[in-house]
């Protein structure tokens, strides 16, 4: 067997690793497993690459290079990934992502830079400059996409006057740009596009804002998957046309399947700049005059000793009030008690769907307590007390009632079905939507305001003496 | 040179319906780990840096592929660490929780 075939069969080897692995992380039993096979089959793949021939026959060259660069990437990414906290896991894909973006994009440039002076194929010209655009627009993106949820700048949309035209300006220029980069092959003109996609990647994610971060950090992800598979085509690479399609094929469908999470489609998601109208004025009085209940901790604890059902919504709030250890610490208490407690997770509660499992996962509380939407609201109905805590959006009933709520057909978890209400709310400012929450004025509520872990340490206090 | 676009093409369109087709069942909690998963995957972009990279002739070849491969083991290293991260905590939990709860009362 040559060389080169064997180097393809671990090729082979790994791309079936990958399908795997996809296939795996779609179980929450084989799910870890899926990740590390995908790993091992990336081992292999760049182990072999390391033994592969340039096109002109040579081993490749640079090799001390090469090595150094990639030492530095896992001096930097180990310790990164392992250390920085659950709470700021979006905002890293996001840059991880980016960075694959970027390099999809570099591969293209340096291989049209290379092979310019054999004068390619117009179609291999097209397969460059889409990897070019994809994954600049891949990078600028989720650089941006990282600084708002890393609140380096505001999280919000940011909208100005013609933005949509504007953009559109941008696409239309880039898509002129390739042509006529196409009929003179010029390289000076690659240059030009590099710098319009980057442009592009910022101007499409600025109006992109609050919650919608994530299904974007998602479509990003596909970009990224299709810019790889863009250079798999010029650098003739089945392993990179098949990883990168999958990832683009599988990306796009998942991003789908996260704005239906929220009842949404995805162009309303990409295009609507949702939740830039902040209606809600946040001072706690209604124009018909109606306010809020507020209460102690202690009031809350007791209501709770006296429960027989406790249903607990969390939201991002606790995780970024670090509270979800004292959250379970209350859950184990009050089951001590024999109160059945449950908690009720919205598929997009956290900053992304299924972030809030994880959050909990991390504070030991066990699988079986969670429950997804449509058997948390069934238990509701039944229950004493219904306990939000940093939870705002994903109960709140104008989702379900107000057909001019921005919100307006997603899901809701309903709080309002329980007996009793209790808001743990640091104030009365607004959630990720920036709109008004009627359940606050619900005559059932009652607000405990403060910090979170701070109230539920309280509560913990309470219960336990009770 | 016909043949060979056609090979890729078929490659293409094969893999998109497996992508589909292969996550078309995912609950919700899973989608943020799959899509850092997935994230990971597409780091084998750093094959294709190593490539550049190793058949680089001029300066601006070298520090264009250089950035490349550092920018991809990024992806790959970091991609594949925060997505076990997030899956070690799906698995461990039951024993962990009953773990935690013995020493407590220890």
């Known amino acids: 067997m040559s060389r080169e075939t064997l180097i393809d069969l671990l090729y082979l080897f790994s791309a079936t690793t990958f399908i795997l692995a996809l296939k795996g992380l779609g179980s929450p039993k084989r799910a870890r497993m899926g990740n590390g096979v995908a790993a091992v089959g990336m081992l292999v793949a760049i182990v072999a690459t390391f033994f592969k021939y340039t096109a002109d026959g040579h081993p490749l060259h640079h090799v001390w290079l090469i090595v150094l660069a990639m030492a530095i990437g896992v001096l930097i990414a180990v310790p990164t990934a392992r250390f920085v906290k659950m709470t700021a896991m979006p905002q890293l894909v996001a840059i991880f992502n980016g960075v694959g973006g970027g390099a999809a994009a570099l591969v293209s440039i340096t291989e049209f830079v290379h092979i310019k002076s054999t004068h390619p194929a117009t179609y291999v010209t097209l397969e460059v400059l889409l990897g070019v655009l994809i994954g600049t627009v891949s990078f600028s993106g989720s650089a941006i996409a990282f600084a708002k949820l890393q609140e380096l700048m505001t999280g919000r949309p940011i909208t100005y006057p013609g933005q949509q035209i504007l953009n559109g300006v941008f696409g239309l220029g880039a898509l002129v740009l390739i ?173 992304m769907p299924g972030h809030m499992n994880v959050l909990l996962a991390e504070a030991n509380v066990p699988y079986e307590q969670l429950q997804e939407l449509d058997e948390a609201n069934s238990e509701l109905q039944t229950a004493d007390v ?16 107000d057909k001019n709520s921005p919100i307006y057909g997603m899901p809701i978890i309903n709080a309002d079905l329980a007996e009793n209400v209790l808001f743990l709310k640091r104030s009365m400012r607004p959630g990720f939507a920036g709109i008004e929450n009627e359940l606050l004025y619900n005559p059932k509520t009652m607000l405990i305001f403060g910090d979170a872990k701070d109230t539920l340490t309280k509560i913990l206090a309470t219960v336990k003496n009770g | 040179m016909g043949n060979v676009l056609l090979q890729y093409a078929t490659v293409l369109m094969l893999t998109i319906f497996v992508g589909i087709e292969i996550i078309a069942k995912v609950p919700s909690i899973l989608h943020t780990p799959l899509m850092s998963g997935s994230n990971a995957i597409h780091g084998v972009i750093l094959v294709g840096s190593m490539l550049v990279l190793g058949s680089a002739n001029t300066n601006l070849e070298e520090i264009l592929g250089f950035l490349a491969v550092l920018f991809a083991t990024l992806n790959v290293v970091g991609g594949f660490v925060v997505t076990d991260r997030m899956l070690e905590m799906f698995k461990a939990k039951p024993k962990a929780a009953v773990k935690k709860t013995d020493e407590v009362a220890q």
């Not at chain 1, 704005?259 to 949404?264: I, Y």
């Not at chain 1, 901790?297 to 991002?316: H, K, Q, T």
């Not at chain 1, 939000?388 to 379900?400: Q, R, Y």
């Open chain 1, 386 to 401: 219904a306990l939000v805590v940093g939870a705002n959006d994903t109960v709140n009933p104008a989702a379900k009632d």
């Open chain 1, 179 to 351: 042509v006529t980069i196409l009929s003179t092959n010029s390289s000076a003109l690659l240059w030009v596009l590099l710098a319009l996609a980057f442009v592009l990647g910022i101007a499409f994610v600025l109006p992109i804002g609050g919650a919608d971060v994530p299904v974007l950090i998602s479509l990003l992800n596909a970009f990224t998957g299709l810019a790889v598979a863009a250079s798999g085509f010029t650098l003739g690479s089945n392993l990179l046309i098949v990883a990168g399609t999958l990832v683009g094929a599988s990306g796009i469908l998942l991003t789908r399947m996260m704005s239906k999470a929220m009842g949404r489609s995805l162009s309303n998601v990409l295009f609507s700049a949702f939740g830039s109208n902040i209606t809600a004025t946040g001072d706690g009085v209604r124009e018909d005059g109606r306010t809020v209940r507020s209460g102690s901790p202690e009031d809350a604890g007791v209501l709770m000793s006296f429960a027989s059902r406790v249903v607990i919504i969390p939201g991002y709030g606790l995780a970024v009030a670090q509270a979800q250890h004292v959250l379970r610490e209350l859950a184990e208490e009050l089951e001590a008690k024999g109160i059945e407690v449950f908690f009720a997770i919205h598929p997009v509660a956290g900053r």
